[in-house]
């Protein structure tokens, strides 16, 4: 890799991603829309294109540009994370050379329209497609395009540590009410009435939550939970469950997605399927703050090793500089830097 700083177009699309995101090296340029593209695109247009708002305490390294001056900007790589983006908005905002420019499209979800069945609509041969976990990658049917698996990083304020007094329980969910069953709502309501949590995020209020707690507050304010609880049945990997667990909190939830990799019963937390036994772990830990503490010091350290925002922000960094790198053929770069065994991994999961 070279010293110099690779130039990357992207979008605001997961404010907090983007946020771990700008660890690394690199500097991102991010589209801040215009009242005349807004009437031509509609109400949708916000989604991406608010800059660098106000929610995160965003470096120098992750600036904005007018999107009607993008044509003239020049950029090593273009990271896409909307389909929206990709398809439609990239042929009015940027130049044919731009659009020919290494690209990369960052997928956070597993597929929702068809969960074994579903073709990424990313099928560019002279791509590369990045899940989050390998359970997305698992589940998306994308043999067209060459993929890859970054996993998330995170980072918490070094105040934030478990404290444990409050015995209950913890959840953070937007829109809890309004997404339904597929992230458990109906799960929530069952067994809050049997043991106490508590509900944090956006419009908390309607399923009786507490409401939204600014991202910058929330690793200190869940450090005086017993435990954080996620309902969710299909989802990718939230980055809430990583800082809860940095933080030092165990988790309790379902058996399923990815999160299944990442706590272990009586080590971690505990997942079930069995909503009975779900609900004897979580007033166990009601009543039992040292088994609460012992669970949580084991999160902690996973945590710290697995989900460490320098192996994350070093990731990206070599992946970035290896589509975009200075006047090396893409292609050739990655099979320079793959392994053996990683080729061997990469055919068999295709």
Not at 4 to 10: K, W
Not at 48 to 65: H, I, K, L, Q, W
Request: charged share 25%; hydrophobic share 35%; glycine share 8%.
């Amino acid at each position: 890799m070279s010293s110099r700083r690779l130039r990357v177009l992207t979008w605001h699309v997961h404010g907090n991603y983007l946020w771990y995101l700008s660890e690394t090296p690199c500097d991102f340029v991010l589209p801040v829309g215009s009242r005349g593209f807004a009437k031509r695109n509609g109400p949708e247009l916000g989604h991406g294109y608010g800059g660098r708002g106000t929610t995160f305490p965003f470096g120098s390294n992750v600036s904005e540009c007018p999107i009607d001056e993008l044509k003239s900007q020049k950029f090593d790589c273009i990271l896409y994370q909307s389909r929206k983006h990709y398809e439609a908005d990239q042929y009015e905002l940027l130049s044919p050379s731009q659009r020919r420019l290494p690209r990369v499209y960052l997928e956070h979800d597993p597929p929702w329209e068809e969960v074994t069945d579903q073709d990424h609509w990313f099928n560019d041969s002279m791509g590369l497609l990045v899940h989050v976990t390998h359970f997305n990658r698992l589940m998306w049917r994308s043999a067209q395009v060459e993929s890859r698996v970054i996993e998330h990083g995170v980072k918490v304020p070094e105040s934030a540590r478990y404290t444990g007094e409050l015995p209950r329980g913890i959840t953070a969910l937007n829109h809890l009410a309004r997404r339904g069953r597929k992230v458990g709502a109906d799960i929530y309501e069952q067994l809050t009435k049997l043991t106490p949590v508590d509900l944090v995020g956006m419009a908390a209020e309607e399923a009786g939550g507490i409401g939204e707690i600014k991202p910058s507050e929330l690793a200190q304010y869940i450090a005086k939970y017993r435990y954080f609880f996620s309902p969710i049945r299909y989802t990718s990997l939230g980055l809430a469950i990583l800082e809860v667990m940095s933080v030092g909190l165990p988790v309790l939830g379902l058996a399923t997605c990815e999160l299944a990799t990442v706590i272990t019963n009586g080590c971690t937390g505990y997942l079930e399927t069995d909503l009975s036994k779900l609900l004897g772990h979580m007033q166990r830990l009601v009543n039992d703050p040292g088994e609460a503490k012992k669970l949580g010091d084991a999160a902690r350290a996973l945590a710290s090793e697995r989900f460490n925002i320098e192996r994350f922000a070093d990731d990206w960094q070599r992946l970035l500089w290896e589509v975009a790198g200075d006047s090396i053929p893409r292609r050739l770069a990655r099979s320079m830097q793959l392994t053996e065994p990683a080729r061997k991994d990469f055919e068999v999961t295709r």
